[in-house]
Nanobody
């Protein structure tokens, strides 16, 4: 069993940056692929970014490419999402997730473990 706890959300202005963190419990975390998703009010949860268990492969949603960077520190059992040039449309609850088989995927239904989410609000 893995527990994920996100932090780092907040209220920022358009153009600002934020770094989200996701701290994981469990010794097998380095074997898991990890992802970030977000859900805005009234909308479905959507994929943002994912990184393979060895950190060499990444996927990004088109909306995140060039602005967001997903990284991981397996020694610290932590995943990060660096978000730059934030826009009002980035406003959402951001969730981190882990895939226990280490499969890199953009599909939320394939992830096994989820955090509780952290709110990001970008004002114009």
């Amino acid at each position: 069993q893995v527990q994920l706890v996100e932090s780092g959300g907040g209220l920022v202005q358009a153009g600002d940056s934020l770094r989200l963190s996701c701290a994981a419990s469990g010794r097998a975390f380095s074997n898991y692929a990890v992802g970030w998703f977000r859900q805005a009010p009234g909308k479905e949860r959507e994929f943002v970014a994912a990184r393979s268990r060895n950190g060499l492969d990444t996927y990004y949603a088109d909306s995140a490419k060039g602005r967001f960077t997903i990284s991981r520190d397996n020694a610290k059992n932590t995943v990060y999402l660096q978000m730059n040039s934030l826009k009002p449309e980035d406003t959402a609850v951001y969730y981190c997730a882990a895939h226990r088989l280490g499969i890199l995927t953009t599909r939320s239904v394939e992830y096994d473990y989820w955090g509780q989410g952290t709110q990001v609000t970008v004002s114009s």
